[in-house]
């Protein structure tokens, strides 16, 4: 039987991210409850962000579409060896958030946001890091966030935000008699 070195190199690929994926997903349930734990109990007591006191704030949820997309975007960036929100090949945070499943479509309201760091050696380190700069402070601790999903590889960190909020029953019913329409964004 013949094998082409690019199959061989695919196969390794896959395997790895496989096992990559698996390892993280063992230790998924406390991953997520530290972080939950860590940033929830700030937001239960408000904090300042820079010079912006912060009030407090409803909790955050894990999200496994923004957890996705938090572990695409990780991946990408340790494996091409870059820093920043829009990957090398163009993808926005916004893509990406939506390539993952986490869209507008169906909600009354809807945004998204991104924290990322690199170097980091655990998750005290990066939310302490997170939590004293100004920016990556208030998306932690901005109410219109509802939802959150995490991701770390290779010492890169993604922590990707979202909020939706659903129509009202009322809404829902006046959107299903015609008398309400949505209007897409172009």
């Not at 998924?28 to 009030?55: A, H, V, W």
């Not at 090398?88 to 009354?108: C, N, Q, V």
């Not at 939310?127 to 010492?155: R, T």
């Amino acid at each position: 039987m013949k094998v082409s070195i690019k199959a061989l190199f695919i196969l390794l690929i896959t395997f790895l991210a496989i096992n990559v994926y698996g390892q993280q997903k063992e230790s998924n349930s406390k991953f997520r409850r530290e972080f939950l734990d860590n940033i929830n109990r700030t937001r239960q007591k408000g904090c300042t962000c820079g010079t912006t006191y912060m009030p407090p704030a409803p909790p955050l949820i894990w999200n496994e579409q923004l957890e996705t997309a938090a572990i695409g975007h990780a991946f990408d960036m340790a494996d091409e060896n870059y820093f920043s929100h829009t990957s090398k090949d163009g993808r926005t945070m916004e893509k990406r958030i939506a390539t993952a499943g986490y869209t507008f479509k169906g909600f009354k309201s809807f945004m998204i946001g991104e924290n990322i760091a690199e170097g980091q050696q655990s998750i005290a380190e990066v939310m302490q890091g997170w939590f004293k700069s100004e920016g990556h402070c208030k998306n932690l601790m901005n109410p219109g966030f509802k939802e959150v999903g995490i991701a770390v590889y290779n010492h890169y960190w993604v922590q990707d935000f979202g909020g939706r909020e659903t129509f009202s029953a009322d809404q829902q019913k006046l959107l299903r008699s015609g008398k309400y329409r949505l209007i897409e964004k172009q």
